[in-house]
């Protein structure tokens, strides 16, 4: 079955970075697109960015740009999702999901989550 | 890009059915029928509900169904549950430099 299984729970300093790991297992990682999305406590839904396990390319939210950085490790199926120059606004929690329909039919939507990834940026 | 519109809560007796509205723009839910629901439970993560405005994933309820009419689209819960107590998001693909857009969220009662 299709898992995304994430690191644990971080806490870091305003100023620091932090590295989020999401390992996929149960179908062929590099056919399907691997997206991130956050969620600050209380708040909605907001989505950060997405990397081509394949060929490595990404796309990010123009807000992001410049502090985000996805990345992938094909011999173990793990994406990762870097975020620098932390703020308290940071603190969230994050998740990997993946695209529905495949690299060759992306859809759109997401049909496969990670548990979370609770980031807390305090000093 | 803004995000999408939803009421904050809505509620409902069991066995009722509500209906959750999501409102965008000419530049999102106006433009593509790529408009999904997810459920999250508190502290879980979303679950894809909905998909292509209106299609069910396999094994989800039949008492969940959605539709487009301009820059609003909408997820109706029939026959309500106890169980369907949750948060609800709509997302919607934009085409832009941000290229998914999600709702602010409706809490889902069952009185």
């Known amino acids: 079955q299709v898992q995304l299984v994430q690191s644990g729970a971080e806490a870091t300093k305003p100023g620091a970075s932090v590295k989020v790991s999401c390992k996929a297992s149960?179908?062929?990682?590099?056919?399907?697109?691997i997206h991130w999305v956050r969620q600050a406590p209380g708040q909605g839904l907001e989505w950060m960015g997405v990397?081509?396990?394949?060929?490595?390319?990404?796309k990010y939210a123009p807000k992001l740009q410049g502090r985000v950085t996805v990345t992938r490790e094909t011999s173990t199926s793990t994406v990762y999702m870097e975020l620098s120059s932390l703020r308290s606004e940071d603190t969230a929690l994050y998740f990997c999901?993946?695209?529905?329909?495949?690299?060759?039919?992306?859809?759109?939507?997401?049909?496969?989550w990670g548990q979370g990834t609770l980031v807390t940026v305090s000093s | 890009q803004s995000a999408l519109t939803q009421p904050a809560s809505v509620s409902g007796s069991p066995g009722q059915s509500i209906t959750i509205s999501c409102t965008g723009t000419?530049?999102?839910?106006?433009?593509?029928?790529?408009v999904s629901w997810y459920q999250q439970r508190p502290g879980r993560a979303p679950k894809l509900m909905i998909y292509?405005?209106?299609k069910r994933p396999s094994g989800v309820s039949n008492r969940f169904s959605g539709s487009k009419s301009g820059n609003t689209a909408s997820l109706t819960i029939s026959g309500l549950q106890a169980e369907d107590e949750a948060d609800y998001y709509c997302?919607?693909?934009?085409?832009?430099?941000?290229?998914?857009?999600f709702g602010t969220g409706t809490e889902v009662t069952v009185l």
């Open positions: 999901a993946r695209e529905r329909g495949g690299i060759a039919a992306p859809a759109k939507d997401f049909d496969y």
């Open positions: 149960g179908y062929t990682f590099i056919t399907y697109l």
């Open positions: 990397i081509n396990p394949r060929t490595g390319g990404t």
């Open positions: 000419t530049s999102d839910v106006g433009s593509y029928n790529l």
């Open positions: 292509e405005v209106a």
């Open positions: 997302c919607s693909y934009t085409g832009s430099t941000l290229p998914y857009v």
